[in-house]
């Protein structure tokens, strides 16, 4: 069974919640970066898989994605925990 993305919060934790997906982007961008600065042309997306995986992040676990073409934006939602690898071939 998939999890809801949606989590609910405190008034609290709301802001811990906004740092850690700002850092989940930021993250993310910083390895775009550096494996377009390595020549690298395909990167494939990895969903974090557990009791609160989507169904968007599930199917897009796996998808190979050309570097420069690629429209897809991690995060996908507020607590995503998916992230982006290199392909290896």
Same mark, same amino acid.
């Given at each position: !069974?998939k999890?809801n993305?949606r *989590?609910?919060l $405190?008034?609290e &934790?709301? $802001? *811990? &919640?906004? +740092?850690?997906?700002?850092? =989940?982007? &930021? +993250?993310? #961008?910083? +390895? #775009?970066n550096?494996?377009?600065n390595?020549? *690298?042309?395909?990167v *494939?997306?990895?969903a $974090?898989?557990?009791?609160?995986?989507?169904?968007?992040?599930?199917? #897009?676990?796996g998808?190979?994605?050309?570097i420069?073409?690629?429209?897809? !934006?991690i995060?996908?939602?507020?607590?995503?925990?998916c =992230?982006?690898?290199?392909?290896f071939k």
């Open positions: !069974k999890g993305p *989590v609910q $405190s008034g &934790m709301r $802001s *811990v &919640m906004i +740092a850690r997906t700002e850092t =989940t982007r &930021m +993250a993310n #961008l910083g +390895a #775009l550096n494996y377009r390595k020549g *690298v042309a395909e *494939v997306f990895v $974090s898989y557990g009791a609160r995986t989507c169904d968007v992040c599930a199917g #897009l676990d998808g190979i994605y050309n420069n073409q690629n429209n897809i !934006k995060p996908i939602h507020t607590a995503c925990r =992230t982006w690898v290199e392909r």
